[in-house]
């Protein structure tokens, strides 16, 4: 871990700066303008995912980086109780604090949290910026539960279709599309202006 923290410090760094804004002229304005620049989300494999920011590997305990399922758990197929960002930000500076190693070994099992260097960056948020990969989770729905539940990013469905005991909204061949993705652009760019 003190590796990728190393190798991530002068990256934050640079981030940190670009945060409170940088003064850039461009053609189209030649008198300048402050821009402010921010990562907006971390999208990889799990295995890199957990180590940047700070997370147990997917071996471990507590293995996912959005719930507290333990790996014992793992069969019942039902989703944890989710993780507090605030909660995981304190454990990870509890982690940081730590005088010892094997007090930190003792956190890490204890919480599956360490202290990553995003940390620092005044709007990361260990739970929430972090993506799974498409090329990874395509086919796992995991992209589709990221966008719909954490982020809610919801289109307005215009029909519900039922599948066995399960609603899904997202599919309804009889129903124009463009309307569905009208509402659904417009929800996703409130999102995003609200952000910002």
Known sequence: MTAISHILAPLVDELLL???????????????????????????????????????SHAATYFCSWCKCQK????????????????????AIGWRDSNTL????????????????????????????????????????????????????EPEPSKHVVHGNQLDD???NASDDSDASFHFHDSALLHIQRAV
Request: proline fraction near 4%.
């Open 18 to 56: 670009l945060n409170t804004g940088t003064f850039v002229r461009t053609p189209q304005f030649p008198d300048g303008r402050k821009l402010s620049i921010h990562l907006g989300a971390l999208i990889g494999d799990v295995v890199t995912t957990h180590k940047i920011t700070g997370f147990a």
């Open 102 to 153: 094997a007090k930190q070994k003792c956190l890490l099992k204890l919480y599956g949290t360490r202290w990553p260097e995003l940390n620092r960056l005044p709007y990361g948020d260990p739970v929430k910026n972090v993506v799974l990969g498409i090329m990874h989770n395509w086919y796992e729905g995991v992209l589709q539960h990221c966008w719909r539940v954490r982020w809610a990013f």
């Open 170 to 172: 997202w599919e309804d």
């Open 72 to 91: 014992n758990d793992i069969k019942q197929m039902h989703v944890g109780q989710a993780r507090a960002s605030r909660d995981t930000q304190f454990q």
